[in-house]
């Protein structure tokens, strides 16, 4: 079975006309064993919302079929509107695969190459000899914007992508290690990777995400805040809250774009995974490539690709997945590229609860059917 879809958008988006197949696999499991996973799911997280205070949506699925999904909470303490499935959340971290993908994907168009050097792209970048490649997979050694723009910062304005080249060009913070030497964890990387889709588009980075990515693959829901774009649809947008009674508040970074800042919907992550599980906006060879492991000096499971945290067990296969956290915002996108399965959580109060998700694993497949670390951001 096939979906079809073909997305018609407002005048503050850019249209197309393109249609993305978006495939349904056929499920082994009998109603059966499905109607059991419901009620077990269903069970968990009542009671993680009742336990834990887990406040968010859900949607779990294999091969396309949505197995479960639900709502727990309120999008906002004012209005103390619930949740419901197509209520929006900023995704934090996982915005970074989008970011990845988006570059991969004019690396094959021949407008980009990865191992372009950023101070050939950006005149007067400091840091030199880092790489697109080095960027992707967070080998690039670079300062973490976050932490060095702080103290400058503080009582700025919203700043931009290009605030921050900028930032880097003249103060030039010392960076964190050598390029290509190890792996560490770094927004910065995929700040600049933002800049340089609009350098190799000729695109802002949104109208090439809205174009490519978003459009294509019907993805309604979806958007990106920036400094240009500050003022999202308000009827079904969450705030993020660090404790259950108390909004974070917005810093100059806020305006920053490609390590996070992108707000979506649960069903729409669903369509990210069915893009990124099977060729359509992205060929196969990106999808291959996007999924190695390019960070372990060491031998162990886990590995960073290009935009994707992969754990890696010989014994009970790959795991691909990103999770986020942003404003009290915790976002959990793990994909079980074997069979397809997908675990989406979203919420927009912080709560450790997100993160764990052995007991979905232990539903899905028994105990030590899929034992898996759970991670944080």
């Known amino acids: 079975m096939l979906f079809i879809a073909c997305k018609q958008t407002n005048d503050s988006k850019e249209t197309t006309s393109d249609k993305i197949l978006y495939p349904i696999g056929k499920l082994e499991e009998s109603s059966e064993e499905l109607n059991n996973w419901k009620l077990a799911l269903d069970q968990h997280f009542q009671s993680i919302n009742k336990n834990a205070h887990f406040n968010g949506n859900v949607l779990i699925a294999r091969k396309g079929n949505v197995i479960y999904s639900g709502s727990f909470g309120i ?21 970074k695969t989008f970011t990845a993908m988006a ?38 050694g670079l300062p973490n914007y976050l932490t060095v723009t702080e103290k400058d910062w503080r009582n700025e304005g919203l700043k931009s992508n290009k605030d921050l080249l900028e930032y880097f060009i ?18 910065s990387n995929f700040a600049l990777l933002a800049l340089i889709i609009e350098k ?3 695109k802002s980075y949104q109208k090439y995400l809205q174009k490519n990515i978003f459009d294509p693959l019907d993805m309604k829901d979806t958007y990106i805040y920036s400094v240009k774009n500050t003022h999202l649809p308000t009827s079904n947008l969450t705030k993020g809250y660090l404790v259950k009674n108390k909004e974070d508040e917005m810093q100059a970074v ?30 196969q060879a990106i999808l291959d490539s996007s999924v190695v492991g390019r ?83």
């Not at 390590?259 to 979506?264: G, L, P, S």
């Open 295 to 377: 960070s372990n000096e060491k031998q162990g499971r886990r590995n960073y690709g290009y935009g994707w945290r992969i754990n890696d067990d010989p014994v009970k296969g790959k795991m691909v997945y990103h999770n986020g956290w942003w404003h009290g915002y915790t976002a959990v996108f793990y994909r079980n590229p074997a069979d397809e399965t997908v675990i989406i959580i979203l919420s927009n109060m912080f709560n450790k609860a997100t993160y764990k998700i052995q007991p979905i694993w232990d539903i899905l497949y028994g105990k030590d059917g899929m034992q898996r670390d759970d991670f944080s951001e």
């Open 103 to 140: 570059v991969l994907k004019l690396v094959e168009a021949g407008k980009l190459n990865l191992d372009q050097k950023v101070d050939e792209i950006f005149k007067g970048f400091p840091y030199p000899n880092i790489t697109i490649r080095d960027l992707l997979s967070h080998r690039s």
């Open 170 to 187: 003249k103060k030039q913070p010392k960076p964190l290690g050598r390029p290509d030497r190890s792996f560490s964890y770094n927004n």
């Open 75 to 95: 999008r906002d303490i004012v209005s103390k509107d619930s949740l419901n499935i197509k209520t929006l959340f900023q995704i934090a971290s996982v915005s």
């Open 254 to 283: 806020d305006g920053i774009v490609g390590d996070k800042n992108i707000y979506t919907t649960v069903e729409d992550l669903l369509k990210w995974e069915r893009a990124n599980t099977h060729p359509s906006v992205f060929s």
């Open 200 to 202: 190799a588009s000729g």
